[in-house]
């Protein structure tokens, strides 16, 4: 069985509705690419959304998934 963690950040479906979980989610992918990629924040695809929007959303991510190594 896969396991998804960003189950563990984004609010489910029923509590936030599909856009917005759909667009959280977007943010977060966002947010993998970049620490897998080793790129600048301002380097992150627009499919994942606006850098600077990936880019707030780090702090908040980190600290529910635990990724106090990754750096800023």
């Known amino acids: 069985m896969h396991r998804d963690p960003a189950r563990a950040v984004v609010a489910g479906r029923e ?10 989610r977007r943010l977060i992918e966002g ?3 970049r ?3 080793g790129a600048p ?9 606006l850098w600077d929007r990936v ?6 991510i980190s600290v529910q ?5 990754v750096r800023r």
């Open 35 to 37: 620490t897998r990629a």
């Open 41 to 49: 924040w301002w380097d992150v695809p627009e499919r994942y959304g």
């Open 55 to 60: 880019y707030d959303l780090f702090p908040q």
């Open 15 to 24: 509590e936030v509705g599909e856009a917005a979980y759909l667009a959280r």
């Open 31 to 33: 947010i993998w690419w």
């Open 65 to 69: 998934l635990g990724c106090a190594t």
